[in-house]
């Protein structure tokens, strides 16, 4: 059975980051948990004992508890970290996930071809390529009109073929032949259809 990449990477990061949690256990039960540092006792000072109580109007000092709630250290902010960890895919919803992958790839693909695939036939005959504006002969039209003829909507040029045809002036005896008594005709002779 296939796993997805992105699957095993973040299985990957799951496993390293619990190892790294709990190599850091033993070092973090030794060092024990932060603890409000009191004040050292400077010449002159009261002892704890004698020491004046805080105000009633003033903000009173955060309590040790309190302390505690607020920074748990090294376990705390393991527990953030695999709070914000995307959540894993069941092996059932990757696979899933993959297969709908596959059929809309499939699909994709099969339309594809089916463009790809028009069904076309080669086809015979004779068709005038008419002259475009700028004088070249346009074959592409005339192997169009050739597969329309046919039953096709459009075609291709496979095969051309060229006549010189001449005004009947020409033909009259001892008259000289001018540029413009002939012209060259192109024609289309065999298409590609579709």
Known sequence: MARPDNFIA?????????????????????AGWPQAALPSPSPGAQEPAQQAVPQQGGPAP?????????????INEIG?????????????????????RARDAAKDASESLSRL????SM??????????????????LGA??????????????????????????????GRARRPDDCRTDNYVTRALCQ
């Not at 955060?62 to 505690?68: I, L, N, Q």
């Not at 695939?117 to 076309?120: E, G, K, L, R, T």
């Open 144 to 173: 169009d009109k050739l597969c329309q003829s046919k039953g096709f909507k459009e075609g291709k040029s496979l095969n051309t073929d060229s006549a010189e045809t001449c005004a009947a002036k020409v033909l009259i005896p």
């Open 10 to 30: 973040q299985a990957r990061t799951l496993v390293a980051t619990a190892i790294l949690a709990i190599s850091v256990l033993p070092i973090a039960a030794g």
């Open 80 to 100: 953030k970290m695999f709070e914000k960890l995307p959540a894993l895919k069941s092996p059932q919803e990757t696979l899933e996930d993959l297969n709908a």
């Open 62 to 74: 955060p309590s040790p508890a309190a302390a505690r709630e607020e920074n748990q250290g090294l």
């Open 123 to 140: 086809v015979s005959g004779r068709m005038a390529c008419p002259v475009s504006a700028n004088g070249a002969p346009d074959c592409k």
């Open 117 to 120: 695939a028009i069904p076309s």
